[in-house]
């Protein structure tokens, strides 16, 4: 790939004491100094390389755009003017930049390996990407500017074991924006990159890693492990404060009458005092439906929630941060729950497939929710009822919605 200027990692380099304590200041800000913009435009992502554009104002597809095959994760831009959209199908390289000014494709760039999960910073100047696949038998690494949409840096990394299936999965940016948490499944490892020098450091998961959640005062870092026939499945908590980042927390699942068990997301309510973790089910077993509530600050579970819907995967908060929308793998149900009461309040069925994501409006009124039976349904958020839905015309449309910078799938900016 001509436009790659390659730089392989032979060893992982160490971050410096000094260099960790310049950070700290910037990460203990609750929120990244970027104001957000909320597009009046939700974006929806198809595997089938489409992205819809839907006009919340009408509720009419405004565009169709061209993607890349698996393309069902995306990131939008502080100020709402672009997505980056991977695509992650079997022998996709794509990365594809989506102009919401112009509502057109401004770039394709090819990364690597199957992109998974191109992530923006908090600041809005770079993109972060990682990979499904190994390239030339290493994680890849690649960063993107924002301001030209070329090629900042590409870090290769050097793994022992064979992969076990994909070999990374999500990512997120500490809120200074300076440092990229990613995860490498091969060998069951954190990985942290600092971008002012692109040095690299590891740190052990104690199972497949699968999703860092970086805390809203910045000093922790929350890891969702899947869990393995030695392991169970749960989290285990990073000080970000310390230079060796040492482990200051680590909780199991409590699964309790759970039919199969896999840990996958988990997130901050939006005040910060709870952290939700959900029960999917591993491969194709997708029979999970706990979501677990534990305390930020003791690190101590509190309560569980079983919802109807099977193989829950996502908690996506309201903007009021009142209540959560648990989205699934196994089956059309969402579930709706009360964040103070921590109770569910209803279950809806919606849709002929299974659930996707969600995302609101920002005065919380209105959900749009996908579903793989390619529709986006609008949920009016005091009735609990779906009011529209908007079709597309293709199925495997149960992927992501976009109308807002996030430094995660499901929490949403704090003021």
């Given at each position: 790939?001509?436009?790659?200027?390659?730089?392989?990692?032979?060893?992982?380099?160490?971050?410096?004491?000094?260099?960790?304590?310049?950070?700290?200041?910037?990460?203990?800000?609750?929120?990244?100094?970027?104001?957000?913009?909320?597009?009046?435009?939700?974006?929806?992502?198809?595997?089938?390389?489409?992205?819809?554009?839907?006009?919340?104002?009408?509720?009419?597809?405004?565009?169709?755009?061209?993607?890349?095959?698996?393309?069902?994760?995306?990131?939008?831009?502080?100020?709402?003017?672009?997505?980056?959209?991977?695509?992650?199908?079997?022998?996709?390289?794509?990365?594809?930049?989506?102009?919401?000014?112009?509502?057109?494709?401004?770039?394709?760039?090819?990364?690597?390996?199957?992109?998974?999960?191109?992530?923006?910073?908090?600041?809005?100047?770079?993109?972060?990407?990682?990979?499904?696949?190994?390239?030339?038998?290493?994680?890849?690494?690649?960063?993107?500017?924002?301001?030209?949409?070329?090629?900042?840096?590409?870090?290769?990394?050097?793994?022992?074991?064979?992969?076990?299936?994909?070999?990374?999965?999500?990512?997120?940016?500490?809120?200074?924006?300076?440092?990229?948490?990613?995860?490498?499944?091969?060998?069951?490892?954190?990985?942290?990159?600092?971008?002012?020098?692109?040095?690299?450091?590891?740190?052990?998961?104690?199972?497949?890693?699968?999703?860092?959640?970086?805390?809203?005062?910045?000093?922790?870092?929350?890891?969702?492990?899947e869990g393995n026939n030695q392991?169970?499945?749960?989290?285990?908590?990073?000080?970000?404060?310390?230079?060796?980042?040492?482990?200051?927390?680590?909780?199991?699942?409590?699964?309790?009458?759970?039919?199969?068990?896999?840990?996958?997301?988990?997130?901050?309510?939006?005040?910060?005092?709870?952290?939700?973790?959900?029960?999917?089910?591993?491969?194709?077993?997708?029979?999970?439906?706990?979501?677990?509530?534990?305390?930020?600050?003791?690190?101590?579970?509190?309560?569980?929630?079983?919802?109807?819907?099977?193989?829950?995967?996502?908690?996506?908060?309201?903007?009021?941060?009142?209540?959560?929308?648990?989205?699934?793998?196994?089956?059309?149900?969402?579930?709706?729950?009360?964040?103070?009461?921590?109770?569910?309040?209803?279950?809806?069925?919606?849709?002929?497939?299974?659930?996707?994501?969600?995302?609101?409006?920002?005065?919380?009124?209105?959900?749009?929710?996908?579903?793989?039976?390619?529709?986006?349904?609008?949920?009016?958020?005091?009735?609990?009822?779906?009011?529209?839905?908007?079709?597309?015309g293709q199925t495997s449309?149960?992927?992501?919605?976009?109308?807002?910078?996030?430094?995660?799938?499901?929490?949403?900016?704090?003021?």
């Amino acid at each position: 790939m001509s436009e790659i200027n390659r730089r392989e990692v032979i060893k992982t380099l160490g971050l410096t004491a000094a260099g960790l304590a310049v950070a700290q200041s910037g990460q203990e800000a609750q929120a990244q100094a970027t104001p957000v913009v909320w597009s009046d435009y939700v974006v929806f992502l198809n595997a089938n390389a489409k992205a819809y554009v839907v006009d919340t104002r009408t509720d009419q597809v405004v565009a169709s755009l061209d993607t890349a095959r698996g393309a069902t994760l995306g990131s939008m831009t502080p100020d709402a003017q672009k997505v980056y959209v991977s695509g992650a199908a079997e022998g996709e390289t794509r990365v594809v930049v989506l102009d919401l000014q112009n509502l057109r494709v401004a770039k394709v760039l090819q990364t690597g390996n199957r992109p998974k999960h191109g992530l923006v910073s908090p600041n809005g100047q770079r993109v972060g990407v990682d990979h499904w696949g190994l390239s030339e038998g290493k994680l890849r690494l690649v960063f993107i500017r924002t301001a030209d949409d070329t090629i900042e840096q590409v870090l290769e990394i050097p793994v022992q074991n064979q992969p076990k299936g994909v070999t990374s999965m999500h990512n997120a940016w500490s809120w200074d924006s300076r440092y990229f948490y990613s995860v490498d499944r091969v060998d069951d490892r954190l990985i942290v990159v600092d971008t002012t020098d692109w040095s690299v450091r590891t740190f052990r998961s104690p199972s497949v890693p699968h999703y860092p959640c970086i805390s809203p005062d910045g000093k922790e870092l929350w890891l969702i492990h899947e869990g393995n026939n030695q392991v169970k499945p749960g989290i285990v908590v990073y000080d970000l404060t310390k230079p060796d980042l040492p482990v200051i927390a680590q909780m199991d699942m409590p699964l309790i009458g759970e039919e199969a068990v896999e840990a996958h997301h988990g997130n901050f309510t939006q005040d910060g005092r709870y952290f939700m973790a959900l029960n999917r089910g591993p491969g194709n077993n997708l029979r999970g439906r706990e979501v677990a509530f534990y305390s930020a600050r003791s690190k101590r579970l509190l309560h569980r929630v079983s919802c109807a819907s099977t193989g829950v995967g996502h908690a996506y908060n309201t903007p009021d941060g009142r209540r959560a929308i648990a989205t699934n793998y196994g089956n059309n149900v969402i579930t709706v729950i009360d964040i103070a009461g921590l109770r569910t309040l209803k279950d809806l069925v919606i849709g002929k497939g299974r659930m996707g994501h969600v995302v609101f409006t920002r005065d919380g009124r209105f959900g749009y929710v996908s579903n793989a039976d390619g529709n986006l349904y609008k949920l009016d958020m005091r009735s609990l009822q779906v009011v529209k839905t908007i079709e597309t015309g293709q199925t495997s449309g149960g992927g992501q919605v976009v109308n807002v910078w996030t430094n995660l799938f499901e929490e949403l900016p704090r003021a």
